[in-house]
């Protein structure tokens, strides 16, 4: 049974007057205002999350911010000699509140301790990221200076009350419109991005809840026939009868999709996963990249990003069918 899901296409306040989320959807333009401050709680969860790719290097990096503790947790992976470098920073109990910028085209993140500097500034059609790392990975310092730039076109917003108290909420937004210029340099290696062939998404939640969830997250973001293709699909968060994450973009151009079915164990290494929609259009394997036998991933406190390819395919609604074989793709595991 495919739910109902409902498109939002008035910008709208997440918060009503009385505290409470009573807007429920999904959008393809950023129509959801966080109006945080009239939040019945003001101690809600930020993550920011950027998976940047050209084929040759991926970089995973996210940053965190959980109320109780702050963290970031980057990964690079050479995707043509294969292996993964990957560490973090969590600060538990931080006094010092650490925001993420709120709104998408002004703002500044500034992190620095004694193993890392970060910083990431957002102004109206960029982002800029810059990177210090000392001891990456128990192995080399990680430096990064990279640029993205902001194409037109659609994104996915999604806002998700929870049903039986609607003063917690899960909102997320999904951007796979960047391209990716500056250079990595880590365990001796030096890997230069171009705006022509780097592909960047952004992936950005806020969220106030009940419990914990175990969260997984299938993306893939390359070019099909001459077009770039970016699917996203995950796991749900609060009360989904009316939208979900899941969606594949062509030419920034969004197609939402159903509810999917998820096959596959953490446990099992190095085995695939299987993604399926109940009107079986949509068959996907994703197999991760293997070294000696065991995936090609990172495990960064109670995230693991598994690094891998595609095969299947999904039929779209004009009636072609994209297939993703030997697509490169990536699993997110991660507990908030």
């Known amino acids: 049974m495919i739910l109902l899901q409902r498109e939002i296409t008035k910008p709208c306040y997440v918060f009503e007057s009385s505290g409470e989320v009573m807007q429920a959807g999904w959008a393809r333009r950023p129509m959801f205002a966080y109006n945080k401050s009239r939040s019945k709680s003001q101690n809600h969860c930020e993550r920011d999350c950027y998976f940047i790719n050209n084929g040759e290097v991926s970089m995973y990096l996210s940053v965190e911010n959980y109320g109780f503790e702050f963290a970031v ?9 294969g292996g993964v470098i990957h560490d973090c920073i969590v600060k538990k109990f931080n006094l010092k509140k650490i925001a993420l910028p709120d709104a998408p085209h002004k703002g500044e993140l500034l992190y620095t301790d004694k193993m890392i500097q970060l910083q990431i500034t957002h102004s109206v059609d960029s982002r800029i990221i810059k990177c210090d790392f000392i001891d990456f990975g128990a192995i080399k310092n990680l430096y990064v200076n990279i640029r993205l730039t902001q194409q037109k076109g659609d994104s996915l917003n999604v806002l998700a009350p929870f049903e039986r108290n609607r003063k917690y909420f899960y909102m997320k937004r999904f951007i796979p419109r960047f391209r990716a210029e500056g250079v990595i340099r880590v365990g001796g290696f030096e890997y230069s991005l171009k705006e022509n062939s780097a592909f960047t998404y ?29 699917l996203n699909l995950a796991s749900r968060v609060g009360d989904n009868r009316y939208g979900n994450e899941n969606c594949l973009f062509i030419e920034r151009s969004i197609i939402k999709l159903p509810q999917i079915i998820v096959k596959g164990n953490t446990q099992r290494e190095g085995r695939p996963f299987y993604f399926s929609g109940d009107d079986e259009k949509i068959d996907i394997t994703f197999k991760p990249f293997t070294l000696s036998g065991k995936p090609m991933n990172a495990v960064m406190d109670k ?26 793709a990536h699993l997110v595991f991660s507990e908030f």
């Not at 806020?206 to 997984?216: A, G, L, V």
Request: aromatic share 10%.
């Open 73 to 81: 947790k980057i990964a690079i992976a050479d995707l043509k000699r």
């Open 303 to 328: 995230t693991e990003v598994i690094f891998g390819r595609l095969f299947g395919y999904i039929d779209l609604p004009d009636g072609q069918r994209l297939t993703l074989d030997n697509a490169q």
């Open 202 to 230: 952004f992936d950005s939640a806020r969220f106030y809840k009940p419990r914990k969830h175990n969260y997984q997250r299938l993306c893939c973001d390359t070019v099909i026939g001459g077009k770039r293709v970016t």
